[in-house]
């Protein structure tokens, strides 16, 4: 090998012209310069429904050791709080052509001393001065489309973790311990932007519901006692919970291994619950399909030797489908022949 060709080989063609950045790469700095970790003045209200009240507790005397998101997800949070920014300059342009109307309040603190919680609101609704709603700003990938109402936010963990997050912020500024007090609110807007289509939104209200917000508070006031005792909940050992959270380095928990491997890879759980999701939808196509068939052929007459190659048609609501005749011969040797009614596309 020639001096001049093993130069070559050492020093590879540049990917990018001369004096351009890794701009890929920079995005993703970009994103990694908004992660901070801070111990937080109180139990986070987006925290508040997690079942283990250690984790509750760690927050606050192991924040230093909490793991780091994964840069995927610190990306995913960046992102979040982009289009919450672009959410608040539209919902501004609302307000404008229906004066009455407005989004007050953006970021306000709550707290709840008895129970330690604290959270900031992304906004209030008022209606010609009046608060009537709680504001929560939420963007979703692909589940967009699976959440339509309160009842399907309980198919997805993260969007129940929000359901929980509104109703604790309704029950503090029920009890007025904002710092800027509120009338009694028993609604929020959770509105959610489809990150492919920041102006595809939907509002889901959400109805106060005193006894769930009381369970949750008392969870929180549960796990403050032992902040005071200076103890340890027990640890719940369960690897649904215990399995990625950012303390499991710290607790240790006594899960038992699992004889082949455990993905935990966020984008392989989302296409999992998808592929479950797709399962479903599939089983449900087929379920409907049988009835459909199954009144079309109740429809249709008889096809037998007169009505062969003979067309008819079935309506269904708005739907015409059209049907010819068509045989099949069956056992040959025996001679054997059947008519049926075929499906045929009808050129427009």
């Not at 993703?28 to 997690?50: C, D, H, Q, V, Y």
């Not at 959410?87 to 007050?104: D, G, Q, W």
């Not at 103890?231 to 006594?254: A, M, R, S």
Request: charge should be neutral.
């Amino acid at each position: 090998m020639s001096n001049q060709t093993a130069t070559q080989n050492q020093n590879p063609p540049p990917v990018r012209p001369k004096g351009v950045p890794d701009i890929a790469n920079e995005m993703l700095e970009i994103a990694l310069a908004k992660r901070r970790n801070t111990k937080p003045a109180g139990f986070r209200a987006s925290e508040i429904g997690f079942p283990c009240l250690r984790y509750l507790c760690y927050t606050q005397t192991h924040w230093k050791q909490r793991a780091a998101p994964s840069s995927g997800l610190q990306g995913i949070f960046a992102t979040g709080g982009d289009i919450e920014t672009i959410a608040y300059r539209n919902l501004s342009k609302i307000a404008e052509k229906y004066p009455e109307f407005t989004v007050a309040r953006q970021q306000e603190t709550l707290s709840d001393p008895e129970s330690g919680i604290v959270g900031h609101t992304d906004g209030v609704v008022m209606v010609e001065n009046e608060a009537v709603a709680i504001l929560e700003v939420k963007s979703v990938g692909y589940r967009y489309n699976s959440l339509h109402d309160v009842e399907s936010l309980h198919s997805w963990s993260i969007a129940e973790k929000w359901l929980y997050q509104c109703q604790i912020y309704m029950h503090m500024s029920n009890m007025h311990m904002s710092n800027m007090p509120m009338s009694k609110l028993e609604w929020t807007a959770l509105l959610l932007i489809n990150k492919l289509n920041h102006y595809d939104t939907k509002v889901i209200w959400i109805p106060y519901n005193e006894k769930q917000a009381n369970y949750l508070r008392n969870n929180a006031i549960a796990a403050k006692k032992y902040l005071e005792k200076n103890e340890e909940p027990e640890k719940i050992n369960d690897i649904t919970y215990c399995k990625g959270c950012p303390f499991e380095h710290v607790c240790l928990p006594e899960i038992q291994a699992s004889a082949s491997a455990n993905i935990t890879s966020p984008d392989v759980l989302d296409a999992w619950e998808r592929q479950k999701e797709l399962a479903k939808a599939s089983l449900e196509h087929a379920r409907v399909k049988r009835i459909v068939d199954k009144a079309v052929k109740d429809a249709l007459p008889a096809c037998g030797e007169p009505q062969y190659k003979q067309p008819e048609t079935v309506t269904i609501g708005e739907d015409t489908l059209h049907f010819e005749g068509a045989k099949r011969t069956i056992q040959p040797t025996a001679g054997g022949t059947t008519f049926y009614w075929r499906r045929v596309k009808k050129e427009s």
